[in-house]
Each structure stands twice: as C-alpha cells, then as structure tokens.
C-alpha cells in the first residue's frame, strides 16, 4: 500500500500526467461549481429566515465565511506545498504554491472588504483593531509577500524554496486566526459552526452556507488548475510532451 503510495505521488507530481488529469477533470468541476453556488445562494439569500437580530444584513455571511474558511485553508494548502519543495523538491509543488498565492490573496480580501461591510451596520464601524481582524490582514500581507518574494527572484527553483520557507513560518498566523475570538476579547463573533455537537446556527440557515463553503473550495480547485496548467506550458515549453501537445 505505501509502495503503491509513493508511485502515485510521484506520477501525480508529473508536470504532463498533472496537466491531462486536470484538463480532464476541469469541465466536471466547473458544472459541480455551478450547481453548488446557484443551490447555496438560492438557499442563502431565499430560503433562509431573516435573523431575529441582525435582520437581512446578516445574509452576507454566505459570501464573508466561506471565504475567510477560504483565505485560511489556500494557505495550509501553500504551506504543505512548501514541505513538499523543501523535502522532495518537486517541481509541481513549486508551481501550486505561486500559482495559489493570488488566489487565497483574493479570498482574504474578499473576507475582509465583507467583513468591513457587516461590521459597519454591527459595530457601527468598517473596521476595529480586533485581535481577528487584524491577524487577517496579516494573512493578506503574507500572501502579498509570497507573491512579491517569487516574482523577484529570477531563477524560479530558488524562488521556490525561498517562499516555501516563508509559506511555513508563516503558518503560525492561521492558529492565532483561528483562537483569537477565544484567546482575546474581541468584537468579532464567536465560533457557531464548528462547534459540532450543538452549532449556534439553524439548519436552515447552516447548509447553504456549508454548501457555498464547498463551492467556494471547488472554485479554488478551478482557478488552481488552470493557473497550473498555464504555468507548465510556460515552464515546460522546450519540452518533448509541450512540443507534442502543440502538434496534436
């Protein structure tokens, strides 16, 4: 079984075998992407009672959520990417983690400009130094900075292992994001999903929202495979199987 583990790991980090797979699997995540945000924000925006508190402005927690899940998750996906670089020094590994970089930098500004927005009706403000809100401007930084650091270093397998480094020292922001409304007093709203046993949130409002949370993941798969994909062409474009590809 570990055998057969480590043979497939190293045929999937395969630049040609990665680029047909998700060429293939491109048009079956694009319809499930469809199905899954029409469903969520039918649910969401329709479906869902109108909160007895916050009354319709609380409806923006379908797009805020998710994409703060989002914003945390793309990372943790860099930074095993960079474990990946550092131990095995796959090439693929090296192209997921700049190819991610602007799109969890998309998903954290997106939490942060709906969060301001669901702030101001809430707390009578866009923005607060809050121990949460503040950590994940950080994230925002730290993306920016991956993306800044690989771009200026020309050769592409140094830059690689540089922003590896800084993708796992990194990490120890997305715990502080995480606890920071339970380590700090905040303004912020506490955990209600992922407290499993008894979720603060009613059915009818939690399964849009975890439906829109896993169209948001399918949408990162989407936009992760075809910035992959682009980036091998360019990297691989003297190769034998991008000159066949070409041909046929």
């Not at 590994?93 to 998309?106: D, T």
């Not at 994230?139 to 200026?152: D, N, Q």
């Not at 830059?159 to 796992?168: K, M, S």
Request: overall charge positive; aromatic content about 16%; glycine content about 8%.
């Amino acid at each position: 079984m570990f055998k057969w583990f480590v043979k497939w790991f190293h045929r999937f980090g395969s630049p040609p075998y990665f680029y047909r797979l998700a060429g293939l699997w491109l048009p079956w995540l694009t319809g499930l992407f469809t199905i899954l945000v029409v469903a969520g924000l039918y649910g969401g925006l329709v479906l869902a009672p109108t909160d007895y508190q916050q009354g319709e402005s609380y409806r923006i927690i379908f797009v805020h959520v998710p994409a703060a899940w989002m914003s945390m998750f793309i990372y943790m996906v860099m930074a095993s990417c960079g474990i990946i670089i550092l131990v095995w020094r796959m090439k693929l590994a090296e192209v997921v983690l700049s190819c991610a970089a602007p799109i969890g930098a998309s998903f954290t500004f997106l939490a942060l400009v709906t969060g301001s927005l669901w702030g101001k009706p809430m707390w009578g403000t866009y923005w607060v130094w809050d121990a949460r809100l503040t950590s994940e401007l950080i994230l925002l930084f730290l993306y920016l900075g991956i993306m800044g650091l690989y771009g200026a270093i020309d050769d592409k397998r140094v830059a690689g292992r540089a922003v590896a480094i800084l993708a796992i020292v990194g990490m120890v922001n997305i715990p502080i994001i995480h606890y920071s409304v339970e380590w700090w007093n905040s303004l912020h709203q506490g955990p209600t999903v992922t407290k499993f046993d008894k979720p603060s949130i009613v059915w009818s409002m939690l399964w849009p929202l975890l439906t829109m949370a896993l169209a948001f993941k399918v949408y990162f798969v989407i936009s992760l495979f075809q910035r992959v994909r682009a980036e091998l062409l360019h990297r691989e474009r003297n190769t034998r199987w991008v000159e066949e590809l070409v041909k046929s």
